[in-house]
């Protein structure tokens, strides 16, 4: 556990040590929440409560995808990373450091997600939806945490960060991410239950209002999260084996 805590505080202090990265992660859902909920749903506790969830899944959805992403793809190019893989404590200590670094991160970033809509808006959530909304955004940051990891171990730096600007934003808007449930474009709503962004917007809208679950967008987002911690695994192997072959 101690050598988990040491490789997390690493990752942490690298991470800190370039603010816009911490910045760039909370950008986006808080600039959607102020230009597009604020205006148009804030007076609406139903509406400006389920378009907060709708942005706190797209800050686990972006702060995973970039940090696992453009992250383990910077830290392959460089030398520190292959010295740790040679150490003889294994794999274990770093993949669970680099989790909790970037579990840390994602509340980091929903911070002012939750400020804008606790100032600016109508949101309102009971306590056991609160708790429930937490329990909620652990479950979802796993399948965007593996996507990353898959990015990040397939790609190198430099088309890792292209195909994960390529990928955050159709994900947030074919899963309905930017319009209240039920009220996305007819397209959209097709589409959406097969999308993984669509399973973890439903959750946390279950989490904090009166939301049915969808069975197509839970399967869905199994399915998704076992595709893409194959294909982390995948990569993985591949970038250990070239380096030690």
Do not use: C
């Not at 969830?53 to 940090?67: R, Y």
């Not at 292209?162 to 449930?181: E, N």
């Amino acid at each position: 556990m101690s050598l988990t805590l040491v490789h997390a505080r690493y990752q942490l202090l690298e991470t800190v040590r370039v603010p816009v990265a911490v910045i760039g992660s909370a950008f986006f859902p808080a600039a959607s929440m102020l230009f597009f909920v604020v205006p148009f749903a804030g007076d609406d506790p139903v509406g400006a409560t389920f378009a907060t969830a709708s942005m706190v899944t797209f800050a686990v959805m972006v702060s995973n995808l970039f940090q696992y992403g453009v992250g383990v793809a910077e830290d392959r190019a460089h030398p520190w990373d292959p010295y740790t893989r040679s150490l003889p404590v294994g794999p274990v200590p770093r993949f669970a450091g680099r989790i909790i670094a970037g579990l840390v991160m994602t509340f980091v970033s929903l911070i002012p997600v939750v400020l804008i809509a606790a100032i600016g808006t109508e949101a309102t959530i009971t306590v056991g939806g609160f708790l429930a909304g937490l329990g909620a955004i652990l479950v979802i940051a796993v399948p965007f945490t593996l996507m990353g990891l898959a990015i990040g171990y397939g790609l190198p730096s430099k088309a890792a960060l292209a195909v994960a600007q390529i990928v955050f934003f159709p994900m947030a808007f074919g899963g309905g991410l930017l319009s209240a449930p039920g009220n996305a474009p007819g397209f959209i709503e097709t589409i959406a239950p097969y999308l993984p962004s669509r399973g973890a917007v439903e959750l946390m809208w279950a989490a904090v209002g009166d939301f049915p679950v969808s069975t197509t967008s839970m399967i869905a987002l199994v399915a998704w999260t076992v595709a893409m911690g194959a294909l982390a695994a995948w990569g993985y192997r591949r970038d250990e084996g070239r380096r030690f072959s």
